[in-house]
């Protein structure tokens, strides 16, 4: 297993035999985590334009159903290919990005026991939890997003960034340091943000279509969430929910849920804010945010998920009346045992 050392200023230098392996590979496929975001999309689309695969695009692993409508924009200006399941039988090696464990890897259910099948994987990602499984891991857990990661990635191999490619880099760190406000945006963030621009990045259309380009449905849903949103604990935590039922009212899906947790975040004063969404019956996905320097990420991670310090997750196969029920306590007494 190859790994990755810290380079000078904090910066982690890229394995020395990541690019050699990658440039070697005829037909890659690229995969990112369940439920995509739009730092998921943006590095795995702009790895399969950079390393195509012999006679046509490199593969993307797009199960049905996985694909947020405010994120078609970014598959359509790449041309992306879908990955069927024979196309991880016929490649040589599995690219593997913004994904943390593979359990949470985004393939067919049809092959979710048999898709790496002793393939070489290689694993470029910046959560916190990434348990280093594949054979070469770029995991850089201060970068603010994988996006600023595979465009280091495609500078240190020289390979050229056109305009759709530097648009899909940009949106990914954008969307995941929240418009550059996150403690996560270092410099490096920002410098790769501007090399984009330079090559020819389309920001002002990526600003609309990832913040204000909300469809009815969407904006019913986020009704919704303000609606449900409630403070607990002396206003120190926020937490909202939206069901099964009432995500499919509004007419949306599990695809449609992302950053919605934003909205009980936003209250001021508070220390964790949580959404959780019913995406399928039963089956419930906790987003959890920390404010004031709250690490979530271990409450996460007792909760049988994962994530970053500051923004993590997990699913627990409940209704969300159940899952409340459940979870509230226990992020109370966190907080309690963290001092807040």
Same mark, same amino acid.
């Given at each position: 297993?190859?790994?990755?050392?810290?380079?000078?200023?904090?910066?982690?230098?890229?394995?020395?035999?990541?690019?050699?392996?990658?440039?070697?590979?005829?037909?890659?496929?690229?995969?990112?985590?369940?439920?995509?975001?739009?730092?998921?999309?943006?590095?795995?689309?702009?790895?399969?334009?950079?390393?195509?695969?012999?006679?046509?695009?490199?593969?993307?692993?797009?199960?049905?159903?996985?694909?947020?409508?405010?994120?078609?924009?970014?598959?359509?200006?790449?041309?992306?290919? #879908?990955?069927?399941?024979?196309?991880?039988?016929?490649?040589?090696?599995?690219?593997?990005?913004?994904?943390?464990?593979?359990?949470?890897?985004?393939?067919?259910?049809?092959?979710?026991?048999?898709?790496?099948?002793?393939?070489?994987?290689?694993?470029?990602?910046?959560?916190?939890?990434?348990?280093?499984?594949?054979?070469?891991?770029?995991?850089?857990? @201060?970068?603010?997003? !994988?996006?600023?990661?595979?465009?280091?990635?495609?500078?240190?191999?020289?390979?050229?960034?056109?305009?759709?490619?530097?648009?899909?880099?940009?949106?990914?760190?954008?969307?995941?340091?929240?418009?550059?406000?996150?403690?996560?945006?270092?410099?490096? !963030?920002?410098?790769?943000? !501007?090399?984009?621009?330079?090559?020819?990045?389309?920001?002002?259309?990526?600003?609309?279509?990832?913040?204000?380009?909300?469809?009815?449905?969407?904006?019913?849903?986020?009704?919704?969430?303000? @609606?449900?949103?409630?403070?607990?604990? @002396?206003?120190?935590? %926020?937490?909202?929910?939206?069901?099964?039922?009432?995500?499919?009212?509004?007419?949306?899906? %599990?695809?449609?849920?992302?950053?919605?947790?934003?909205?009980?975040?936003?209250? #001021?004063?508070?220390?964790?804010?949580?959404?959780?969404?019913?995406?399928?019956?039963?089956?419930?996905?906790?987003?959890?945010?920390?404010?004031?320097?709250?690490?979530?990420?271990?409450?996460?991670?007792?909760?049988?998920?994962?994530?970053?310090?500051?923004?993590?997750?997990?699913?627990?196969?409940?209704?969300?009346?159940?899952?409340?029920?459940?979870?509230?306590?226990?992020?109370?007494?966190?907080?309690?045992?963290?001092?807040?």
């Amino acid at each position: 297993m190859s790994t990755t050392p810290v380079a000078d200023g904090g910066v982690m230098s890229i394995p020395a035999d990541l690019i050699p392996i990658l440039d070697s590979w005829k037909n890659p496929v690229v995969v990112g985590h369940v439920r995509p975001d739009a730092d998921c999309f943006g590095s795995m689309l702009a790895m399969a334009m950079t390393w195509p695969a012999e006679g046509g695009p490199a593969k993307v692993s797009l199960p049905p159903g996985s694909e947020s409508r405010r994120l078609w924009f970014m598959t359509e200006w790449a041309g992306a290919v #879908v990955a069927e399941p024979g196309d991880f039988a016929a490649a040589d090696g599995i690219v593997v990005v913004d994904t943390a464990k593979a359990p949470r890897c985004n393939v067919d259910a049809s092959i979710k026991e048999t898709w790496s099948n002793g393939k070489p994987i290689i694993n470029i990602d910046h959560h916190n939890s990434n348990t280093m499984f594949g054979a070469i891991n770029y995991v850089d857990h @201060d970068a603010g997003s !994988a996006c600023e990661l595979v465009y280091r990635v495609i500078r240190e191999a020289g390979r050229d960034i056109d305009p759709i490619v530097a648009s899909l880099l940009y949106a990914g760190i954008h969307s995941d340091t929240i418009g550059f406000s996150l403690p996560t945006t270092r410099s490096s !963030a920002l410098r790769a943000a !501007a090399a984009l621009v330079d090559c020819g990045a389309r920001v002002a259309e990526i600003g609309e279509r990832l913040c204000r380009a909300l469809s009815e449905s969407e904006f019913n849903l986020e009704r919704i969430i303000y @609606d449900n949103t409630k403070l607990v604990a @002396d206003g120190r935590l %926020a937490y909202s929910t939206a069901s099964y039922t009432e995500i499919t009212e509004a007419g949306c899906s %599990a695809a449609d849920i992302d950053d919605q947790v934003s909205i009980p975040r936003s209250l #001021v004063g508070i220390d964790m804010g949580i959404l959780l969404t019913e995406g399928k019956p039963g089956r419930t996905r906790l987003n959890l945010r920390g404010e004031k320097g709250l690490d979530v990420l271990s409450f996460a991670l007792s909760l049988g998920g994962g994530g970053h310090h500051e923004a993590a997750g997990a699913i627990i196969d409940e209704s969300v009346d159940e899952a409340v029920d459940q979870v509230i306590p226990k992020a109370l007494a966190y907080l309690e045992s963290q001092g807040r």
